[in-house]
């Protein structure tokens, strides 16, 4: 007996019904079909007995099962998988899925793949760990070193981030040395993977040094490389430098300002002669690298502190490109939150609904000494302390956070955010009437830069044209 005679199954088929009743019982299944008008044909006892009617069969569905939806698929013939729905207090996941027959819809299944979502949390682990394995794997096999990240990884609406981009993308195109400047976790790493991939250099290798990780007596050779038997304990066939791996590509010297005298001495000569001296060896090698260096220190500083060389400093500083702390551009909370809300969710297996206003709210108003990456942290420890409603709230953050939090100085804040910026919308809207829609009159006008200006006009919506 096929699912579709259960539809109308008549007196003389009840041996048929029963026989695939026991069949879903047994399988502890929590099924239920509808015929076309929406009314239960057939239900398997577990979910009779979850839903707490021992005889369900001609009733409609809704009168049945709460928040179902199994009366609208056979209207629209379109299946739903893999929904979360909520009944009698607990969330579930369950499929719905239209019955045709000869092309004509006669009803509707429903079926519930998991009746709680701790079942589903736990096969999303295994298979996010399996996917951390394979990747592992396919990591080991390629011979060079890669970028991870590319400019759609940068997420931001301010003026500031936006600039930065553009000005990365053109520094992309040239081949000079940048430093990148900012507090710890503003991202810089980002910047510079996405300079690698935005330029002509992105097929080959990308080669990561944090300077401040390797001990000083090993820095050496881990950048140039040593030749057999240079010093004990060395490999017998000798061994290739960060600088020989990124022949070229790109490499990428993280908290270059923490590198000591002596080696900065020896990197200024790559950067002069373009070849590179390996420990124990009789010849200069040539190189072809570019370098991206970043820092959470004021070089210009160090250079008076005489901890840097001013000589090159000047030679990494070529393109300077400072990331502003996130306390200085608020508007990017919201984005970074939401972006890693969803990364987060997606390597933990949990499911988020939203994050509520006040919640948005709360991280926009901290300060953030860590920036990105606190951030990143405060978002992680609220995913494991999410409620069953599956919304991030406010009572999830660190007491820091949550602390200063009042409903009414949100609402407080909210109003005087309108306020504000409906009088700079009207501001800027008659400057650019008054000045024939120019944007460079008008952002000479307003002493704000035309970036800034387009920000601002995209943001309230004010036809460019």
């Known amino acids: 007996m096929s699912i579709m005679d259960g539809l109308y199954y008549q007196g003389d088929n009840t041996d048929y019904k029963e026989i695939l009743d026991t069949i879903l019982d047994n399988a502890e299944e929590w099924v239920v079909i509808v015929n076309e008008k929406g009314k239960i044909t057939m239900m398997s006892k577990g979910y009779k007995e979850f839903c707490g009617d021992e005889n369900p069969e001609g009733k409609y569905v809704t009168e049945v099962i709460e928040n179902t939806n199994l009366h609208n698929i056979v209207k629209t013939g379109k299946a739903e998988l893999g929904v979360i729905m909520k009944v009698k207090d607990q969330n579930m996941i369950a499929s719905r899925i239209p019955i045709k027959k000869n092309d004509k819809i006669i009803g509707a299944l429903g079926k519930v793949i998991f009746k709680d979502l701790s079942g589903f949390y736990e096969m999303s682990k295994k298979v996010n760990h399996m996917e951390k394995e394979l990747a592992f794997y396919r990591h080991q096999l390629s011979i060079q070193k890669t ?229 990143e942290n405060v978002i992680e420890r609220a995913l494991n302390l999410i409620d069953n409603d599956f919304v991030i709230k406010v009572a999830h953050f660190p007491r820091n956070i949550s602390g200063d939090f009042t409903e009414s100085k949100h609402l407080q804040k909210k109003q005087l955010k309108e306020i504000l910026d409906a009088v700079e919308k009207e501001t800027i809207l008659k400057s650019f009437e008054n000045n024939n829609r120019n944007k460079k009159k008008t952002a000479q006008e307003l002493n704000i830069s035309r970036t800034n200006l387009y920000a601002k006009l995209k943001s309230y919506e004010i036809d460019l044209d």
Not at 195 to 200: D, F, G, L, T, W
Not at 281 to 300: C, P
Request: some cysteine; aromatic content about 8%.
């Open 147 to 375: 970028a991870k990240y590319t400019f759609s990884n940068i997420k931001g609406e301010s003026a500031h981030i936006q600039n930065l981009i553009k000005v990365c993308k053109r520094a992309s195109r040239l081949d000079s040395n940048i430093l990148i400047t900012g507090e710890s976790g503003t991202g810089k790493e980002l910047f510079a993977h996405s300079i690698h991939n935005e330029s002509e250099r992105s097929c080959h290798p990308f080669v990561k040094v944090n300077c401040s990780a390797i001990p000083n007596e090993l820095l050496e050779s881990e950048l140039f490389g040593y030749e057999e038997g240079a010093f004990t304990g060395a490999k017998k066939e000798g061994k290739k430098g960060k600088f020989e791996l990124a022949e070229n590509g790109t490499i990428f010297l993280d908290e270059i300002g923490d590198m000591p005298l002596y080696m900065q001495a020896k990197l200024l000569r790559v950067l002069q002669e373009k070849e590179i001296d390996k420990v124990g060896g009789t010849f200069s090698k040539s190189v072809n690298v570019r370098i991206i260096s970043a820092t959470n220190k004021d070089l210009s500083k160090e250079v008076k502190n005489g901890t840097f060389r001013e000589d090159l400093y000047y030679r990494l500083n070529v393109m300077n490109i400072h990331i502003d702390p996130l306390r200085e551009r608020k508007e990017d909370i919201k984005p970074l939150a939401l972006e890693l809300i969803k990364k987060l969710s997606d390597e933990m297996g949990v499911y988020v609904k939203e994050i509520s206003n006040e919640a948005i709210y709360a991280l926009e108003e901290y300060s953030w000494p860590g920036n990105i990456r606190e951030l």
